[in-house]
């Protein structure tokens, strides 16, 4: 069965950054993207980025597309989301997502909860 | 940046009602629309996409319908388990850029 598993929480002071893994089983993990997407406490999701599984292109949210990075490793089956100079707005749950072929988000993984605070 | 905007905010119902769930592009992104629901301390869950499509799993109660700018989530006969909150999402160019709406709570 189709898995994402996320690394754990974590725990970061302003202006320091964080790298977020996700670890892919079950599916060819080349045939397929990943998006990362987060939820701040008390606000809705937001899209981050996107990355192919085939040939490692990369799209950003406009938001992000200074501070964000998005890297896989199909070795491994792993994607990568490392977000630079983190503030305390950048508290929140962060998900990763496989994109399917029609370009849907089919299967999340269970999220990461990155907190910021000095 | 394409911006969706959901209505309701928030809508409170009872089982057994049907509720339309609505959602408006700033621009037109065709078919090119998904929803989920959410739930507190899990993981999204993808309902319908390309509009109409639903998921695998997905109960036929969920249903989804529009094109170009607007676009309805629909769920009939609902059920307890139903509450949550609902995104819609739209994806658009290549490599792909994706935006969801502020989302809707549903209230069961």
């Known amino acids: 069965q189709v898995q994402l598993v996320q690394s754990g929480a974590a725990v970061r002071r302003p202006g320091t950054s964080v790298k977020v893994s996700c670890k892919s089983s079950?599916?060819?993990?080349?045939?397929?993207?990943v998006s990362w997407v987060r939820q701040a406490p008390g606000h809705g999701l937001e899209w981050m980025g996107w990355i192919s599984g085939y040939n490692g292109q990369v799209s950003y949210a406009q938001k992000f597309h200074d501070r964000v990075t998005i890297t896989s490793d199909a070795s491994t089956a792993t994607s990568y989301l490392e977000l630079r100079s983190l503030t305390p707005d950048d508290t929140a749950v962060y998900y990763c997502a496989r994109v399917n072929l029609t370009m849907a988000f089919d299967f999340w993984g269970q999220g990461s909860l990155v907190s910021v605070s000095s | 940046e394409i911006v969706m905007t959901q209505t309701p905010a928030t809508l409170s119902v009872s089982p057994g009602e049907t509720v339309t769930l609505s959602c408006r592009a700033s621009q037109n992104v065709r078919s090119d629309v998904a929803w989920f629901q959410h739930k507190p301390g899990q993981a999204p869950r993808l309902l319908i996409y390309?509009?109409?499509m639903r998921a695998s799993d997905i109960p036929e109660r969920f249903s989804g319908s529009g094109s170009g700018t607007e676009f309805t989530l629909t769920i009939s006969s609902l059920q307890s388990e139903d509450f949550g909150v609902y995104y819609c999402?739209?994806?658009?160019?290549?490599?792909?850029?994706?935006?969801f709406g502020q989302g809707t709570k549903l209230d069961i």
């Open positions: 390309h509009s109409s």
């Open positions: 079950g599916y060819t993990f080349t045939s397929h993207s």
């Open positions: 999402q739209q994806f658009n160019n290549w490599p792909p850029e994706y935006s």
